[in-house]
């Protein structure tokens, strides 16, 4: 699995490499070899610009995540992009007790789990199936080699 980070803010300080580490055990977790995923940290002007255009949505949100292909069984090297707000995690972190670090990984499992399939919409057993699987990811993502 290759992830591709991009640190396109410069607001605030983020150890890339380390959270690059941790997606890559993710991924591995979910059997994801021979994939590519783009991991792209942004502000809010940013993502909000990004959540307007794609999703015609007002005001900026924590994480979008633009999928190249569908289901964890897709034949595709190309999985998409996750696009995260650093100031928005940093926001939320501090109101939830966490580091940044730790909502980075949040976002960043909620991300991959929508490229690959997972939703929250719908049904009640949909959202607590994608919320057991955000956990189990981000016990993996915290195994750094």
């Known amino acids: 699995m290759s992830v591709v980070a991009a640190n396109r803010q410069r607001k605030i300080k983020v150890n890339v490499g380390a959270l690059k580490r941790s997606v890559e055990n993710m991924t591995s977790f979910l059997g994801l070899t021979g994939k590519e995923l783009g991991l792209i940290l942004t502000d809010n002007v940013e993502i909000e610009a990004l959540n307007r255009m794609f999703l015609h949505r007002k005001g900026a949100t924590n994480v979008?995540?633009?999928p190249l292909c569908t289901g964890k069984g897709s034949s595709g090297p190309l999985l998409g992009d996750i696009v995260i707000s650093v100031e928005k995690a940093r926001e939320e972190a501090g109101r939830a007790?966490?580091?940044?670090?730790e909502r980075l990984l949040c976002l960043t499992a909620h991300g991959l789990l929508?490229?690959?399939g997972y939703t929250h919409e719908g049904s009640s057993r949909e959202a607590r199936k994608m919320e057991e699987m955000e956990k189990r990811l981000i016990i993996q993502a915290k195994r750094i080699a």
Do not use: D, P, S
């Open 114 to 116: 929508h490229i690959i």
């Open 64 to 66: 979008l995540a633009f």
């Open 97 to 101: 007790g966490l580091t940044l670090m």
